[in-house]
């Protein structure tokens, strides 16, 4: 990026909630861990180039200890000879008051990481007075991005709409190149020879942007593209409902509208901020026991048979000791009169969870190597089992923005207190309008992805799946209003069936040409937790593309995203 071509500001966001919970496994071991390792190595290759094109660089990648990593930043300036003001935020580490402010009793179970939200007044702060480099705690994805803009047009709290538009710019190139290109379904239109350029933010002083990227890394032409259709990717993604929360605005993401206004160039404009909510959303992360698993592969005939056989064996032999909870899974992967072997096999997974370390131990995977000359014929496991690892879950949390330290300490020492918004609302979630797809005429069963882009993740224990119409569809306006009348709950769970029992909510969203679907629950207490073969929902888009549906021909005609 410091080779590619200008910039004022680079940006990097080194948090999720699964990394907040390896980070606090980190810090069990070594009270001084606790931030993003990888960042210091990136910074060790580019912090003299910075400075010399006069970047400043802000990333979150403190993590649980932003004054541990502003520190041994300051470190690796000092070997390298250089110049560099190192400021950081903290204040969003609640676990010392998990108990006063009743997060302790969130859950159940251990608490091993409370961290608030914080906003982008901070960083701003920081940037104001100078500094060169600004590393954060859990501040939202999109604070990496919104500090900058504020510091350099001098924005207030009051300027919602322009607060909005970089939240939305923010969350745009939050994930590097899902912006670009990355995970998106309409890859074979793009050039994917070469590494994908990382997005840029070009952020106007009214708050609209152009989305962009280099066109090289200094050395090498990059790849990927810059379109309608891969930053709606990227708005889609990882979002609940058209109000887009932050803790300094919400962004209305029903009110903006998207040009592509030249190759690698899509405007985003006409964001609608309004005052942010009075309470800030608090990852929490437990200590939720112990799980082990095994994958075992099934061949030929008789596949529900030899599943049921070898999992009759495993439960018998962890009878006297049995884990909390044990979960069978069979994917039926086999073909008739499969011409590989691989088209023969199926899979069965179990995983097995308990609050002690034991049952799901050496007891467990005993189970399975015990029986492997006793069981169905062909019995084969993917790879030794292993001995079990402590996993996490996720819980969210929310409390008043007043109760959460918002602090910056600059690179002389100094600390200086953000206050929170002073005016705050609380975010009205408006009924979707209901409306009937129109009436195209004949319609044929097909794969919905061969009319419809898709793009998913996960937030906490839901699912989000953002459907869409490619920009460039000759028919868009029909296309968008069927889609948007068709999808609705009762659809969903028909075309997910795991999703069947779930509840589901769909936020149409037409100015991006579809709506978003979030499936309350398929991912359980949280990706560490979950049992799914994808426990970060990243595949369920591309899982309901290929479910058949019934599709207007006329919408058909010539098209495949």
Known sequence: MLEGGELDYLTGDYLAELTMLILGKDRMKDPEAGYAKTFLRQLQDGLALAREKGVKVVANAGGLNPAGLAARIRELAQEQGIDVQVAHVEGDDLLPRAAELGLSDVGGGSLLTANAYLGAFGIAAALDAGADVVVTGRVTDASVVMGPAIHAHGWGRDDLDALAGALVA??????????????????????????LGFPVAEVDADGSSVITKHASTGTTETGGAVTVDTVTAQLLYEVQGPAYLNPDVVAHLDTLALTQEGPDRVR???????????????????????????????TGLDIEAKAAWVRREVEAALQDDPPDELVWTLDRTDVYDPPTQASATSYLRCAAKSSRPEPVGRAFSDAFVNVALASYPGFTLTAPPGR???????????????????VVVHADGRREDVAPPATT???????????????????????????????????????????????????????????????????????????ADLDVDVHPLPNLGGVNVVVHGLLGEGVSSSTRLDPQAKAVGEWLRARVTAVPTRLLEGRRP
């Open 388 to 406: 079990g690892t402590p996993y996490g879950v996720y819980r969210p949390a929310y409390v008043p923005q007043s109760e959460v330290p918002h």
């Open 170 to 195: 923010g969350h745009v190139i939050e994930c590097g190149t899902q912006a670009t290109g990355g995970n998106f379904s309409g890859f074979r239109a793009l050039d994917t020879w070469r590494p």
């Open 268 to 298: 985003i404009s006409g964001v609608r901020g309004t005052p942010p909510p009075a309470t800030t959303k608090v990852c929490l992360n437990l200590l939720g026991g112990f799980r082990n698993g095994v994958d075992l592969l099934l």
């Open 425 to 499: 609302a609380d975010v009205a979630v408006e009924p979707a309008d209901v409306t009937a797809a129109p009436d195209l005429g004949a319609s044929q069963p097909r794969p919905l992805g061969e009319l419809v882009h898709a793009r998913s993740g996960d937030k906490g224990g839901d699912a989000n799946v953002g459907l869409w119409i490619p920009a460039d569809h000759p028919r868009r306006a029909d296309a968008v209003a069927w889609l948007v009348g068709i999808v609705n709950a009762g659809w969903v769970q028909g075309m997910l069936p795991e999703a």
